[in-house]
């Protein structure tokens, strides 16, 4: 739009919020629906677990945990993993496989709604921020990432730098 003011249009509902209803039909539509055996994924994983802080990590936190494909591998790396997705589909798939992980609990969790589950040191929120709405959102899930990593903790994203994602493409 010529002359728009682009921030203004990045907070508006010109990025839409994607809920509960959106995920369960993307994960009931099929199983891995983003590829996460890909080379891409893996990948990814490897250098996610690679940008870690040495040693065990006391709590950590999956926020959108899908089918588990990366939370087997962080579960091998913390304590206590607390892995949250939004659909109960994917949490059921994930629980599957992560069924021999003693370390590990599974909560249905709406980032943009719901209060997270307690402090931690390390959070992981990968390629799902394009999912919560525009800038205002994201600034409010910001915050509350904030205040649930430990002062000495890490927050963990990957992300692409685009503000909505097309899981087909």
């Known amino acids: 739009i010529v002359g728009a003011n682009t921030s203004e249009m990045e907070k508006s509902c010109d990025t839409p919020v994607f809920g509960h209803d959106y995920f369960e039909k993307v994960f009931a539509a099929r199983p891995d629906p983003w590829k996460y055996t890909s080379p891409y994924e893996q990948k990814k994983y490897e250098q996610t677990l690679e940008m870690l802080p040495p040693g065990r990590i006391g ?4 926020i959108a945990c899908a089918e588990g494909h990366f939370t087997v591998k962080l579960a091998t790396r913390t304590d206590h993993l607390i892995a949250a997705d939004i659909s109960q589909t994917a949490l059921g798939r994930a629980a599957k496989r992560c069924s021999n992980m003693k370390n590990m609990r599974f909560v249905q969790l709406d980032l943009n709604r719901d209060t997270l589950p307690g402090r931690f040191e390390l959070i992981v929120c990968s390629e799902m921020l394009y999912y919560v709405g525009g800038q205002d959102a994201l600034k409010a899930i910001a915050r509350k990432l904030a205040k649930a990593v430990e002062p000495w903790g890490y927050l963990l994203t990957a ?11």
């Open 59 to 62: 709590r950590a936190l999956e």
């Open 159 to 169: 992300h692409a730098y685009i503000i909505k994602d097309d899981p087909d493409h």
